[in-house]
């Protein structure tokens, strides 16, 4: 009787197969998320000065410091290095700039798989959190969460199920169940059926 093989020998023997995936998404939320703009929408050196209860001349002057005009031009260790912004930011701009979180995840939240540099920001982790509204159903931001999620487009929901999925497939933290549970919640109804059929296979019973 052979070996079992465990998960993250399979991960490791897939490893091409998932960097293209990875790298695809990564280009597919840059073309679905491309004209997504922040209007008056709460940014991310304004939720900080909001984190920090600034007065509203606070808020004004921060806000002045952000000056990305899209959100591809957003450095996430400069601007959110407490990793708190996206608990303070309205509907606006959480949709503005999940995009640059979704993608920096993808680019350094799994190193230990893809290889290259790895970061020390706790980003990617707490991008799996902003996407789980059911992890504040007992606190007053509940409503707040949910209604982040209300302006996205149906592509741009679907980019967030299949970033979730992906996670999910790797396995690379422990809160990999965060992100499970985020997709049985709320992001799974945005998988195709056979994109849930692939994750049920590698992991059963975590959707249902």
């Keep these: 009787m052979g070996r079992k093989i465990s998960h993250r020998d399979r ?21 679905v998320f491309k004209d997504v703009k922040l209007g008056d929408g709460i940014t991310l050196c304004e939720a900080g000065a909001i984190d920090d209860y600034g007065t509203d001349k606070e808020r004004a002057l921060a806000r002045e410091m952000d000056q990305d005009i899209h959100w591809t031009q ?7 290095p407490g990793c708190s912004a ?23 939240g799994f190193a230990d798989v893809f290889g290259g540099g790895s970061s020390d920001s706790l980003n990617h982790e707490f991008t799996i959190y902003h ?32 970033f979730l999925a992906l996670y999910a497939e790797l396995e690379t933290n422990e809160i990999f169940d965060e992100a499970f549970e985020a997709l049985r919640n709320h992001w799974g109804q945005y998988l195709s059926i056979q994109e849930m059929r692939n994750l049920q296979k590698i992991w059963p019973n975590r959707l249902s």
């Design 11 to 31: 991960i490791m023997l897939n490893v091409d197969d998932l960097r293209v995936r990875r790298d695809r998404l990564i280009d597919q939320i840059h073309t």
């Design 74 to 80: 957003v450095d996430l260790e400069e601007a959110d």
């Design 86 to 108: 996206l608990y303070f930011v309205d509907a606006a701009g959480f949709r503005f700039y999940l995009p640059a979180y979704l993608v920096y995840t993808l680019k350094h």
């Design 131 to 162: 996407l789980n509204a059911s992890m504040y159903k007992s606190s007053e931001e509940y409503e707040d969460v949910k209604a982040n999620y209300a302006n996205f487009s149906r592509c741009e929901r679907v980019c967030i199920a299949r």
